[in-house]
C-alpha cells in the first residue's frame, strides 16, 4: 500500500493539515445543521449579465445560418474539376497554427 503521494504521509498530521481538516468539520456542520432546519433556508438566485443577452442572440442568428455555404463549394468544386485551384500550402500550415494559439 502506498502511503506517501506528493509529499503526503498518511501516518502524519502537518499543523497545516490539522487546520484543514478541522475547516472541513467545520462546513459539514453547518451544512448538516441546515438540512435539520436549525437554520433558515436561503433562497438561491442568478443574474444575467447583459453579456448574456448577447451570447443568445449571436447563437440565435448563427442558427439560422446555414452550416455550410453551399455556392463557395460549389465554386471551390468546380475550379478544382476545371484545374484551376490554387492550393497554398504555406497559408494552410499558417492558419493551422493561428488555430492552435487561440
Do not use: C, F, H, W
Request: net charge neutral.
Amino acid at each position: 500500500m502506498v502511503s506517501d503521494i506528493k509529499g503526503y504521509n498518511t501516518r502524519e498530521t502537518s499543523a497545516s493539515r490539522q487546520g484543514q481538516a478541522s475547516g472541513v468539520r467545520a462546513d459539514r456542520q453547518v451544512e448538516s445543521g441546515s438540512a435539520s432546519g436549525t437554520q433558515p433556508a436561503r433562497d438561491d438566485t442568478v443574474a444575467l449579465s447583459g453579456l448574456s443577452e448577447v451570447i443568445k442572440t449571436a447563437a440565435a442568428k448563427l442558427a439560422a445560418e446555414p452550416a455550410v455555404d453551399d455556392t463557395r463549394v460549389r465554386n471551390i468544386k468546380d475550379a478544382l474539376a476545371r484545374g484551376e485551384y490554387q492550393i497554398d500550402p504555406e497559408r494552410i500550415a499558417r492558419k493551422l497554427i493561428d488555430s492552435d494559439n487561440l
